[in-house]
């Protein structure tokens, strides 16, 4: 079943539901609906960006209060409660996020307990909210004369909320700054080097997910007409975790199937245990409890994926349209000195892994680092692109000092590069990888891709990275995912990524590792066409004849130090070379 018609058939399913089914389930589907705008924040946060909160009851909260002390205190009406709602979630969003989400592990999630039951304590001990009795009598929702006066006609609201809420977490997820926070799966290391603001991509979903759950308890607040905390307390975010992880956390209907399955159970249980077991009591957390268990051996996804078997999927990739070529950074001229390193030393507590490094890169030149393992030239690569900062030295790009910016700085300044550990996103297709690289030639922020108004600017970014896929000889695993192809293939992949940042240094470790001898051959091509190009091109392999047949300058490290510089000839030449590195042989 097409998507499309699946969405239809929802739609038409909800919209007949009110009028057929009695009171009771109506009032369990409104429930559904509440619960399924919080879940959906959740799927953003972690199961998309892997940030972990069991604190979003507490933002429910801060929707429900809002609106709660300032219709019945001050008489505003609701209409105007819910972006005072939503800005003062915004705000406490952002100031916990900046504290909490520094930490890292178990430290988040951590976090968000603390927080979560500050804030329910918070609104239980205020006495202008009432304390733990609550505020009751806040008033219905109206809007041109028609009231929501009960859970039939509000169930068109929720879920007319719920649906807009669901295109723009799509929408959102299809675009740059959704591939950004995709990113941040992948470890923060690698979208930093391709230029993405990872603290910000952070910051940006939690407020998203904690304003998803402010609307939520905003609609519940005038749905019930009385708030008191309970509903707010850790054990309610603890079950919208449970619903997401059941439902399957990295998908967004498996958000609402989570929050279907965990509501309409756990009604069931509470009427059902008490009677099959002959006393009361909450048995349908315990169940809940082994549920979760069981969820987490059989089916780590959750059960959408499980429902998706049954229904060939069609697959949500983003496709190349022909678009506008993205503007290109001036080349610099040739011969010019792109990278200047002077006394670089890089040391991890007793070790010297980089010792008083010198050395420089030209525009329109492959220098290339070579040496036995352990040598530094990972380490030398991590300090010249930001990822592992220097202890001491200089290093000068395009002119400017880069040793102490951050990585997405230099990215920005026309620097890029592949790791020796490759570092995409498995399940993600080739061109959505590549695309990942063209992040700082796009603009466009989450509103806009919220709302769809960046397509003009996401053709060109993936028709660039399409360009760059082409490029590199990758075009027919263009909507492959990344992870099913050959590591060698995953290391071009890589380079189509570097490239789509269009700089004019590229930084390459071990790019030639794993590929077959014709691969190679169709690499040093590609590298031998940027150089004419004027790209300037630092490259780390072991392959000697892959170095000796494109490197126009070598230079040899040994524990960390330079042991020689010169041309291909000469270093084959070098007795010192030959001797530490080659071992004496030929
Ligand atoms: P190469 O890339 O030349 O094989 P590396 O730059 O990876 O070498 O490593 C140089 C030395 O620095 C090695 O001895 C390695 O164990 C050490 N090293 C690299 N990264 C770290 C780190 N993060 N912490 C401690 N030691 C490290
Ligand atoms: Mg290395």
Redesign the pocket.
Known sequence: MKNSRFLAIFVVALLFAPPVLPEFYITLLNYIGLYAIVTLGLVLLTGVGGLTSFGQAAFVGLGAYTTAYLTTVHGVSPWLTLPAGLAVTAAVAIAIGFITLRLSGHFLPLGTIAWGISLYYLFGNLDFLGGHTGISGIPTLQIFGFEFKSGREFYYLIWAVLLVIVVATRNLLDSREGRAVRALKGGSLMAEAMGVNTPRSKIVIFTVAALYACLSGWLYAHLQRFVNPTPFSLTQGIEYLFMVVIGGVGYVWGAILGAGLITILKQWLQDWLPQLLGQSGNFEMIVFGLLMILILHRAREGLWPIVLRYFPERARRPRVAAAEALPCRATPLAGSILLDIRNASKR??G?V??DNMNFNVRAGEVLALI????????????GISGV?PLTSGEIRFCGERIESLAARDIARLGMSRSF?HVRLLPTMSVLENVAIGTHLRGHKNFIHAACRAERHEEARLLHEAALQIERCGLAEHMYDAAGSLPLGKQRVVEIARALAADPCLLLL?EPAAGLRYLEKEALAELLRRLRAEGMGILL?EHDMDFVMGLADRVIV?EF?RKLAEGLPEEIQRNPAVLDAYLGGVE
Do not use: E, R
């Not at 040496?371 to 991590?382: C, I, L």
């Open positions: 991890f507590g070790l892994a980089n040496g036995p393992n352990g040598a530094g030239k990972s380490t030398m690569f991590n592992d020796q470790d780390v490290m960390g």
